[in-house]
C-alpha cells in the first residue's frame, strides 16, 4: 500500500510542477492576470497535498498508523481533485 500512495504522490507532484509551468509560460496574454494568480495557487496546493501524500505514504510503514494514514492520504487525493481541480477549471 505505501508504494501505491508514493506513486501516486510522485505522479500527482509531476502533474503539480508541468500544470505550474503551463500556468506560468503558457496562459500569459492568454487570460487576466487574478485567473492566472488562480490557476497557480491551484498548482501550489496540488503540490502542497502531492507532498502531503508522500508523508503519509511514508508514515505507512509502521504498522499502527498504517490506516489512518491511509485515509489521511485519501483526503488528501480528494482534496487534489477537489480544491485544486476546480481551480485549474
Given amino acids: 500500500m505505501m508504494n501505491l500512495w508514493l506513486l501516486i504522490a510522485a505522479i500527482n507532484g509531476a502533474l503539480a510542477v508541468a500544470l505550474g509551468a503551463f500556468g506560468a509560460h503558457s496562459l500569459q496574454g492568454r487570460i487576466d492576470a487574478h485567473a492566472i494568480e488562480v490557476f497557480e495557487t491551484g ?44 481551480l485549474y477549471l
Fill in 43 to 86: 498548482a501550489r496546493y496540488h503540490m502542497y497535498h502531492a507532498l502531503a501524500i508522500g508523508l503519509a505514504a511514508l508514515a505507512i510503514r509502521s504498522g499502527a498508523a498504517s490506516t489512518p494514514a491511509s485515509v489521511a492520504a485519501g483526503f488528501f487525493l480528494a482534496g487534489i481533485v477537489l480544491f485544486s481541480g476546480s
